[in-house]
Every structure is written in C-alpha cells, then in structure tokens.
C-alpha cells in the first residue's frame, strides 16, 4: 500500500490494502462512515464492515442493505467491486443527488471481504483455492485417510445445511463443514445480519454473470414472493446493468440455472433470516475464458464496479420507494 499514490480502485490489492483503504475512507467522511469489527477469521484475521449511511435521515429511522464480497478466495472481482461500491457511495454523496437520496433514505454495510484467510491463500499460494482456511481435517476412504483445509462458507449456512450440492469429504471444494455455521466467517456474518436484519442483502461472487435469486438448494423451489417481488426486481437491477456497456446476465435460481446447492448465505438470508431481497450476484467474465475465468483483466475491474453499481441503485431505490 502506497499512502501517497493511494488505493487503487482499478487493481486487486491485499486485505491490508483493503484495510487501509477503509480506514482512509473513514478518516475523510467521519459522518458518513463507521468501520465495525464483527469477528475473527480462523487465522484471526479482522471481518470489517463499512457502515455507509447520509448525514441528513429525513425519516429518522432507516432501512439497511447488505452488501458482501470475497466469500469464495479465488473470486478476486467481488471484492474489488464491494469496494468500487463503496467509493461511489461515498463519492457520491456530495455530487450526486441521486446516490444522496439514498444514503439518507439507507444504511449500506458492506463486508468486503467475507474470507480474509481464503483471500489471502488464493494471493500467495493457490491461485485457485475456494474455501476458507479451516484447519486439516482427515476423510476416511475405504484405502486411506486424507487430511485437508477449509470449508466452503458458501456451503456452511443453515439453509437445507449438507442435502445438494456440497460435500462431507474436507478434501472438496464444496465441503459443507462439520455442521452449519461451524465457521467463525460464516457465524460473524451470522450474528451481525441477526442483530441488523437488511431488507436487502447481496452477496458479490464470480463468474458467469448471472443474478441468482432464492432458492438455490432445490431445482424449481421458489420463496413466495419470487414473482411478485424479487425476480421483477432482478429483472430491472440487471436491465440497468445492461444498459451501461451491454454486459449480459441471467435471472433466476442458482439451482435452475446452474446447478443445486444447499448451504448458500442468500438461501439463509432469503429463508431464515426473512430478508425480503436477497440475490447471489455472479459477476464478470460470462465464460471460463479458456480456463481462467477467475482471472479477470484488472481493466475489467472499473467498468464491472460501475455497471454493478448502477444494478445496486436500482435494488436500493426499491427500498426507498416501499
Ligand atoms: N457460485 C455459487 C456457488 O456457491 C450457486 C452459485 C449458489 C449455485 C447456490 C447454485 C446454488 O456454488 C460460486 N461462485 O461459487
Ligand atoms: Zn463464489
């Protein structure tokens, strides 16, 4: 981290960048801005939210979005995006009558990175790792027993918890862990949307730009409000997104359009939790790119931020408006 040349919005950059970077922000909006440390990962490293809200609160009570990134290691385009969230936010604020409407309509806590440990093992280690860094556990196979790291946190929240889609086996990259919310990542997130329950919760992933709403653990499950609600809703978000630079995404289930899987944080949210909106987006690039679509070029980086942002406002204008 450079202090004189700043954070670079159009780079991937570290947790300690990322860090940084907040406690900037924090030290030049001191109004607009509240970091709130909401637990530890495995390897005790800090889950830090960003609590952005206007200075002016014309209803004198708010209403509150979630927005989280990083949950999966390799996925490096979602935090980069939480934080171009931020920034526009933020920045926002005094140019933007638009975004100032809903700064002071909205409280947004954005958590950009979910899994610091993961994150950080994809940097140095495993470009492609997934999972948090849960310490070893052995598998039994009727030759051997294998002894592997981490939990896919997106398999570990109490939604139809170890049914689709996720594995008992450590060694997979969809473990589910040895019971739901057995994860401090994935109890933190927990704990925190229990206390301060949004009416919209997104959670950033990568890739293949889709706009993925409850429920993803069963093919054809849908909340109540699927078609009154939330797919009109996604429909106009990633209509938004679209008219920017043309970027594509599909509307529907995780389940319909890809594949089954219980265990999901947005299921949790939707299902348990009662957050009336809550989406799974995954970002940028819509195809494995020969293999390498985690990969995203770094100049993806600020037209992925922006024309997300644009879907971001559609979903917090929504909330304003009921
Ligand atoms: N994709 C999600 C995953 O956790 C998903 C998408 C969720 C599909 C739920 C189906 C059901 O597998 C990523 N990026 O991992
Ligand atoms: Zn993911």
Known sequence: ???????????????????????????????????????????????????????????????????????????????????????????????????????????????????????????????????????AKCHRSTFSTVCCAGVDLNRNFDWFWASTGSSSDPCHDTYHGSSAFSEPESQAVRDFLEQHTPEAFISLHSYSQMWLIPYGHRKQSYPQDYHTGLRPLALRATKALYELYGTKYQVGTG??????????????????????????IELRPKNTMMGHGFLLPEREIVPTGLETFESIKVVADELVAQ
């Open 1 to 135: 981290y450079n202090p004189v040349a700043g954070f670079a919005y159009d780079k991937y950059n570290s947790l300690d960048e990322i860090h940084s970077e907040m406690k900037r922000l924090k030290k030049e909006y001191p109004k607009m801005i509240t970091l709130i440390d909401i637990g530890q990962s495995h390897e005790n490293r800090t889950l830090l939210v960003m609590k952005i809200t206007g200075k002016r609160n014309p209803l004198g009570s708010k209403i509150s979005m979630w927005i989280d990134g990083g949950i999966h290691a390799r996925e490096w385009i979602s935090p980069a995006t939480a934080m171009y969230i931020a920034h526009e936010l933020i920045l926002g604020y005094d140019n933007d009558a638009t975004v100032a409407k809903l700064m002071d309509h909205i409280d947004f806590y954005i958590l950009p990175v979910m899994n610091p440990d993961g994150y950080e093992y994809s940097r140095e280690k495993n470009r492609m790792w997934r999972k948090n860094r849960s310490p």
């Open 255 to 280: 389940a319909d359009l890809m594949y089954e899987a219980s265990g999901g944080s947005h299921d949790w949210a939707k299902g348990q939790l009662k957050v009336p909106y809550a989406y799974l």
